[in-house]
């Protein structure tokens, strides 16, 4: 078992920066990947950012030059740097691990973008 705990989620102006964290705790040896997602009023949830064990990161495309996913040398807590905030940024965003048993998802931050 694997437990999530997000944090930093807020509201924002656009151009600002925000900060999230995922703190995780329980197997965390288990975990082969960690990301964040994101779901917006009325779409599906959508990933923003993945980070390896190995430290390679991928980002989809809307937020790639903005958004930067990072951890301590110990896997944890996982970091979502986000600079540069759009008003399409505004969603929940919620902190995910892959393990070997099995996925594991966090309760979600509200970050809410300004115009």
């Known amino acids: 078992q694997v437990q999530l705990v997000e944090s930093g989620g807020g509201l924002v102006q656009a151009g600002g920066s925000l900060r999230l964290s995922c703190a995780a705790s329980?197997?965390?040896?288990?975990?082969?990947?960690m990301a964040w997602y994101r779901q917006a009023p009325g779409k599906g949830r959508e990933s923003v950012a993945t980070?390896?064990?190995?430290?390679?990161?991928n980002y989809a495309d809307s937020v790639k030059g903005r958004f930067t996913i990072s951890r301590d040398n110990a896997k944890n807590p996982v970091y979502l740097q986000m600079n540069s905030l759009k008003p399409e940024d505004t969603a929940v965003y919620y902190c995910?691990?892959?393990?070997?048993?099995?996925?594991?998802w966090g309760q979600g931050t509200q970050v809410y973008v300004s115009s």
């Open positions: 995910y691990a892959h393990t070997w048993v099995g996925d594991y």
């Open positions: 329980g197997n965390i040896f288990s975990i082969n990947v």
């Open positions: 980070i390896t064990n190995g430290g390679t990161t």
